[in-house]
């Protein structure tokens, strides 16, 4: 027995009027989860709590069985891991952006057009090159990951978490000040290192050649960086002790790929699984199929899905949706249905209105051998809510897929 | 966007035989609820949880999202600033009534035959003008609210809530001597103030011309105050920081009035409000309806469905359901629905057979232009109970509708 976990990122949303307030995920032709709705359980299932709109790295520590409120401890580091960037204990990790400022330091776009790897890798290379002074004695990694993703770490004595964002979070605004938000010295000391990085890094991007290519193609360059959630490692015991199984994780987005490896999973890479909207879905597919034949758990994770959204995209998130709905039907028919769970959700609900994550519950199914099979034949945020599963928590659905495989341990006698 | 959230005190009960097994609010002719139920979204809620049967207060608090088993800290503050009535750190206040004892100090009557404003009025300014003896070194100021009800409110040094009440809580039995519920001097201290409080009070009472002329009209006499519920300001952040908005409360009932104004809610009143069976519905609807204009946020409270109730009257308590509905009607009709959330519930379930608050869930619907809107036709406790929001708690209400508004915070990245 084993268990297959797919979330698809963002995938749940509100009624839409221009789909006759159907959902996006309602309005998609989804043969694949309507079978596993009409063979499954399923529900609905708050990652955080209702009402609370949940970051991609809460909900998945909590998708795991972690309780978030206990062990998060910002988004930097889970990325910094996630991208392959070591971040020890007492490191401080950022996650940052390229971005786009004017002579004003007012940020004009907050991704620096996604940018692509290519042009981002080698800014980012030159920008680890730089020499920081003496005086500070500190050291610094970083790295670019996906588009205009990528992460910083701080590595040296008497450092802190408490500290201001510089991202200002809104094109139209200027590049923030990071501030120390306690009184220590650490803070202090924190801040002023990632103002002066941010100094000397927009020195180098400014006059960058990457630079001076893009502007000659009319492309917005990528003059700046924003660094956001100043974060820790979190202190999590691994699946494999909590649980006792062997774990493995399918993702693209760094963020995901950190949280998972925190929890002590394998990080299995894809070519062609680029966390995009043009991600390779049969890849991943197969991929997860292999990893189920030596694994207990996988954890399958989709980008797409959110990508549309965030960009108020409704109609190509249904598309996004029916391209993971054909990833779904490869993994029903590879994936050997009498000795496997395989559940599906989503992280969050991303508004395709508001383009944010908001605290509505996701739609939420298991389907496998023993499970209690209810009336439900059709995947949505709606006919999942009449489900066998009702309400539940995100870190309510690992303990119950590993109780599906007779890994929980019994609480009393 | 914004949201009203309206409380029918008590409204939700238990099936009752007389009505053929179905509940007051089910045997209502209830149209604007059931229009509110297939419009929105529903579900059932527990106040504080299943099975425990909430307060006023307590339930108040949780329904704007604060935890009451954190932040409640007894019901005599809140219902002396409900009333008016200063309270300061440091002091402690009552929940007091006007009731009715023999020579043996045995309680008959623990409302004083519900006493009418006018008459409790010319009592309270009495007592107010007690001289309390100097060796006890504290000042107190005593006011009447609605009918029996009136606040105490002990001010000077050295106070403690740990103290007992000294009203019964049932007639037939003689006034409690309030004792101290720890060994602390300070609670040995505010037993014996309220004790000797209570003497003088019923010195003042017995010889009262109010009584007098009461006696003479073969009304029952208001001859003694009851205390109880010895409580402190919770200290709670206001509802502008939480959620940064603005926020109004229409309601009669001092009890609910403290607790929205502790939360940093504008108190509105209402001409003809009353807090009983006779309140004027249409005047908190129209200014429920004026109060969403210049609001984010406004919970109107209706406390004529649990009179009834308490009363053991389920006639009454399907004729208040009634008045409540056509009170909602004014409310659909005039809110502007395309830019507001309106939100029903009741505060606990009271049932009218035992005439207590019980642990019964509660129905709740909210309806608004991007809810999940669900399956359900009816308000009710049962047809909820079929809704898209399943089961939630008290807090989690407050939570979704300042999601539905955009109000709420991303937790993790």
Redesign the interface.
């Known amino acids: 027995m084993r268990a297959v976990l797919v979330i698809a990122d963002g995938m749940a949303d509100?009624?839409i009027r221009e789909l006759g307030?159907k959902?996006p995920l309602e309005a998609a032709h989804r043969p694949a989860l309507n079978q596993l709705a009409r063979n499954g359980v399923s529900g609905?299932l708050d990652p955080?709590?209702?009402?609370?709109?949940?970051?991609?790295?809460?909900?998945t520590l909590a998708l795991l069985g972690y309780d978030?409120l206990k062990v998060?401890s910002g988004?930097g580091a889970l990325?910094a891991v996630g991208s392959g960037v070591e971040v020890l204990p007492g490191d401080v990790a950022f996650?940052c952006n390229f971005a786009t400022v004017d002579k004003n330091f007012v940020v004009l776009d907050r991704r620096a057009g996604r940018i692509v790897n290519e042009d981002a890798t080698e800014l980012a290379e030159s920008l680890q090159k730089i020499k920081i002074k003496r005086s500070l004695n500190v050291e610094f990694f970083f790295k670019n990951t996906v588009q205009h993703r990528a992460a910083l770490v701080i590595r040296g004595h008497s450092l802190s978490t408490a500290i201001s964002d510089s991202d200002p979070e809104v094109a139209g605004k200027p590049v923030l000040e990071a501030k120390p938000l306690s009184g220590l010295p650490e803070a202090k000391r924190t801040a002023r290192i990632v103002n002066y990085l941010t100094q000397e890094f927009h020195k180098v991007l400014k006059k960058h050649p990457v630079n001076k290519e893009r502007a000659k193609h009319k492309l917005i360059v990528a003059n700046m960086v924003l660094c956001?959630?100043a974060g820790t490692i979190p202190k999590i015991a691994p699946l494999s002790e909590v649980f006792g199984i062997k774990a493995a994780c399918i993702a693209a987005v760094p963020?995901i790929r950190g949280v998972c490896k925190v929890a002590g999973m394998k990080l299995i890479s894809v070519k062609g699984a680029t966390g995009t909207i043009q991600t390779d879905y049969t890849a991943k597919a197969r991929a997860a199929v292999d990893a189920s034949k030596t694994n207990d758990f996988v954890l399958v994770h989709v980008k797409a899905t959110d990508v549309a959204s965030h960009d108020g995209n409704f109609k190509q998130k249904i598309e996004a949706v029916q391209n993971f709905d054909k990833m779904l039907r490869f993994m029903l028919e590879h994936v050997g249905l009498d000795s496997t769970y395989l559940a599906v959700t989503a992280d969050h609900t991303t508004?395709s209105?508001?383009g944010?994550?908001?605290?509505?519950p996701v739609p939420v199914v298991i389907s496998g051998p023993y499970v209690r099979q209810d009336d439900v034949v059709e995947f949505g945020?709606?006919s999942c809510?009449?489900g066998g599963l009702?309400?539940i928590r995100g870190t309510d659905l690992m303990h119950t897929l590993m109780d599906l495989l007779g890994k929980t341990r019994k609480f009393g006698a």
């Open positions: 509100r009624p307030w959902t609905i955080i709590a209702p009402g609370v709109p949940p970051g991609t790295d809460t909900s978030p998060y988004r990325e996650r956001r959630g963020l508004s209105v508001t944010n994550h908001e605290g509505d945020e709606r809510a009449k009702n309400r």
